[in-house]
C-alpha cells in the first residue's frame, strides 16, 4: 500500500501514533503502531496499535469498548509520526480519564486536572 | 528534580514530546527530550528537545527564530510521553507549514492540507 510505503518506522519496526479527539481537539493519548496494526487502522477505520509493553495487537477498545473512530489521518514531514482526528467511545485512558494527559504540572507536581469519562 | 523523576525515558534515554497549539489546539509537531532537554525545557519554558538525527541539543527556533513559548505542561498515564501546550512563534515545521502533520489521508495518498506560515 503506498501509503504505508511512506512511513518510517524505528529500529523495532513501530511508528509513534497520536490520537487526537475530533470535535474537542483534546490529544487523548500516544502510542505505536507497527506495519500489520497500521494497515488494520487505515482499512477498518478503528485504531489498531501494536501495544510494546504486551508486544501483541491492541485493538483499542476491544475489552473496554473505548474504540477509537478514525475521521482523519495524517504523517509528518518526516514520515515518522501520524496524527489521527477519532471520535472516542468513552475515554481513552486505562485509568479512567478522558485523555491520558490528566496531570498537569502545577510548580513542581504533576496535580490531576483531567476530565473522568 | 520531582518533575523529571515521574518520566519514565525509554531505552534510548528519550521521552516523547508532543506540541500542540495553545489556541488553536492543532497539533505541531511530536519530537524527543531526554533528561537534560527536558530540564531545560521545564527550566526555561521554552521548548528544547533532543534531535536523534543529529544526537544533539535542539532549542527549537535557534537558527529559525520559531521559538516555541510554553503555556501548560502535562504527562501521560505511563509517564513516558509529554503534551505541551504551547504559543507557536512563525511556524513549527521546517517544510514550511504551521504543522508538520501537514499531509492528510484521501483515499490511497497523503495529500498536502496543511497551511503555510
New interface residues.
Given amino acids: 500500500?503506498?501509503?504505508i510505503d511512506?512511513v518510517k518506522f524505528d529500529d523495532k519496526g513501530l511508528v509513534?501514533a497520536?490520537a487526537?479527539d475530533a470535535e474537542s481537539?483534546?490529544?487523548l493519548?500516544?502510542a505505536y503502531m507497527n506495519r500489520d496494526t497500521l494497515k488494520e487502522t487505515?482499512e477498518t477505520g478503528k485504531m489498531v496499535y501494536w501495544s510494546r509493553s504486551r508486544q501483541e495487537r491492541w485493538l483499542k477498545g476491544e475489552t473496554s469498548g473505548n474504540v477509537q473512530t478514525i475521521k482523519?489521518?495524517?504523517?509528518?514531514?518526516?514520515g515518522d509520526?501520524l496524527?489521527f482526528h477519532i471520535d472516542q467511545k468513552g475515554g481513552a485512558?486505562?485509568?479512567g480519564?478522558i485523555s491520558?494527559?490528566?496531570?498537569?504540572?502545577e510548580g513542581?507536581?504533576?496535580n490531576i486536572?483531567g476530565e473522568k469519562f
Same sequence: chains 1, 2.
Fill in positions: 500500500m503506498d501509503l511512506a509513534t497520536i487526537q481537539k483534546e490529544v493519548m500516544v487505515l482523519k489521518a495524517m504523517i509528518d514531514c518526516d509520526a496524527l485512558c486505562h485509568k480519564y491520558c494527559f490528566f496531570r498537569t504540572k513542581d507536581a504533576w486536572t
